[in-house]
């Protein structure tokens, strides 16, 4: 059985980690979508809300779960019997840092490997934070969330 960990801050989530998530379930039995639980970043939402609109979007996809983690990927990978880290890449500043990463997890524990994803390129200028700075100035989110996730960031800020 190939599992897959698919994790982030998803804070929100977007229509590119969406993409990211039906491409890889396809490659893998099993994808779990980690949520890191890292309050030093002070999200705009708990781990809880971010699962939860996670769990919204994945409702139709039957190989794929989602969990909050803490602590390191590597040991939430190890506890969820997976093997592989599956990452999206959007641009060269986002390989700079990816591979750091990976190495870095490489070196923590050499059982698991990074798999990269290119992004599609309609959603290659999409992240969580530019999506934050666009609704904090109450610009259209059209597109760049499900509309779901487009409700929950308007109650949040108003
Ligand atoms: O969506 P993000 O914030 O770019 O995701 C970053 C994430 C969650 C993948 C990364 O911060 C992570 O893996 N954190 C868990 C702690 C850890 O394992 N650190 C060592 C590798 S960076």
Redesign the pocket.
Known sequence: MRIAVY?????PITNGHLDIIKRASKLYDRLIV?V?D?SS?SPMFTSLERKSMIDEQIKDLPNVSCDV????????AKQNGASVIV?GLRTVADFE?EF??AL??KS?NSDYETMFMMTDSKYSYIS?SMVKEVAKYDGELEGLVPQEVIIKIKDKIH
């Open positions: 994790p982030g801050s998803f804070d980690g890191l890292n970043k983690f803490s602590g390191l990927l590597v040991d939430f990452k840092y750091q990463m870095l997890n923590l969580s």
